[in-house]
């Protein structure tokens, strides 16, 4: 799919010029004489389709909205024009009401729906968009929509599944490093004078609980930096350099507990949008190409590339999978089953909802391991201050006696 630059005439004689997506000049001018008009010119170009200039990403959520009043009104007979049209209006997002009035007057012009959406890779995800063009050549546009609104909705859900696990312990860990700053840099100092005055040889803990005060009065907002500024650092040196990028996603599959559940995560992806590709009729190939760049892990994504290529050479999908270490023996198996079965989607699915079952599982039980963890690391924090403070008082009172 390539940008032409083209020149055309209607049925009045009047001449339209523009930018305009398709896969050849020969698709071009069919689609412009089912419409009534005739190609003059077309010319490939590297300019923005016409009217994309308000290309600016939106949220999921609306995408979601889109595609669940597209299900509805599409299996319920409304033409294609008329529901993009009445959705145009109706957006309660201005900026992509205005995106959807654009895409209705390039369908109006006889461009399928699925190359005006192309016409706008930030607001329509390249699955969408696949699946959108799958339907239209099948005809099955609105199962294809019904389809695409069960997945989206799967996504929103794992994300709101994943947060609503992370939000408790995340904002206890976060209240912990707060005390744990105002202790060592505003109530342990206030202290430290009286301590010092004593007459009496501080314990080794109490030295060691007032120097690491100290250290922290001075340089607390050394440790804010890192705490903020190490993300940050990996996120542009990944975002800059290809091989940092893989070498990080490498690692981050190995580290415990968090390790296999990111790999979950992404064999999660993987599954349910090839599972959704391949029963929407996508050619096998073109779901894994579209696949590598949905599973969100580097690592995952090259073995995906060389599986692709070894599909294509002749090998099955779960022989090619057997190759990479990244896939686990129960996902091969039973791809296996579903391709010896020619039912490859639904044991896709299978799969998929398998892990869909297990992520929140094993979110949970992580971070409800974690909880007493903090909890404790909070109390034995306390009580260490609690002793370094009262330990050279207690002697200065035997000592009186």
């Known amino acids: 799919m390539g940008n032409y630059k083209f020149r055309a005439i209607d049925q009045e004689g009047k001449t339209q010029k523009g930018v305009t997506s398709a896969g050849s000049v020969d698709e071009l001018r069919i689609r412009f004489k089912e419409s009534g008009k005739l190609l003059l010119e077309a010319k490939e170009t590297s300019a923005v389709v016409t009217g994309s200039k308000g290309n ?28 993009l049209m009445s959705l145009a209006q109706e957006a309660s997002h201005p900026e992509f009401g205005q995106i959807l009035g654009r895409v209705w007057r390039t ?54 599944e994943v947060r609503q696990a992370v939000i408790y312990p995340a904002t206890i860990l976060t209240a912990v490093l707060g005390l744990f700053i105002i202790m060592f840099t505003f109530v342990i100092p206030r202290f430290t004078p009286i301590l010092e005055s004593l007459d009496v040889p501080l314990p080794l803990v109490t030295v060691a609980v007032l120097a690491f005060s100290k250290f922290m009065e001075g340089a607390w907002w050394i440790l804010g930096m890192l705490l903020v500024g190490v993300p940050v650092l990996v996120w542009i040196i990944k975002s800059r350099i290809p091989g940092f990028a ?30 959704v590709l391949y029963k929407a009729g996508i050619p096998v190939l073109q779901g894994l190409s579209l696949c590598q760049r949905l599973v969100g892990n580097l690592v995952i994504t090259r ?99």
Do not use: C
Not at 67 to 80: D, E, K, N, R, Y
């Open 56 to 83: 600016a990403k939106v949220k999921p959520q609306v995408i979601l909205e889109f595609v669940t009043h597209m299900s509805s009104l599409t299996q319920a007979g409304v033409p294609i024009l008329s529901s």
């Open 107 to 160: 369908v109006e012009t006889g461009i399928p729906l699925h190359a005006a959406m192309n016409q706008y890779p930030k607001v329509f995800p390249p699955l969408v968009v696949n699946l959108v063009q799958a339907g239209e050549e099948s005809g099955t546009l609105p199962e294809t929509f019904q389809e695409l609104q069960r997945y989206l909705e799967w996504v929103e859900r794992m994300k709101g």
């Open 246 to 275: 893989f070498l990080w996603d490498t690692w981050t599959l190995k580290v415990p507990i968090f390790g296999p559940l990111k790999s979950m995560l992404a064999l999660s992806r993987f599954t349910h949008n090839f599972g």
């Open 303 to 401: 073995a995906l590339k060389k599986v692709e290529q070894d599909v294509s050479e002749g090998a099955t999908i779960s022989n090619a999978l057997r190759q990479h270490s990244v896939f686990p023996p129960i996902l091969i198996q039973m791809v296996s089953v579903g391709e010896a079965a020619g039912r490859l989607d639904q044991t896709l699915m299978h799969v998929a909802h398998y892990y869909n079952e297990e992520i929140p599982r094993r979110v949970k039980k992580i971070f409800g391991i974690m909880e007493p963890m903090i909890t404790v690391g909070l109390i034995g924090t306390v009580g260490l201050v609690a002793v370094s403070i009262f330990l050279p008082m207690m002697s200065l009172m035997g000592g009186m006696r």
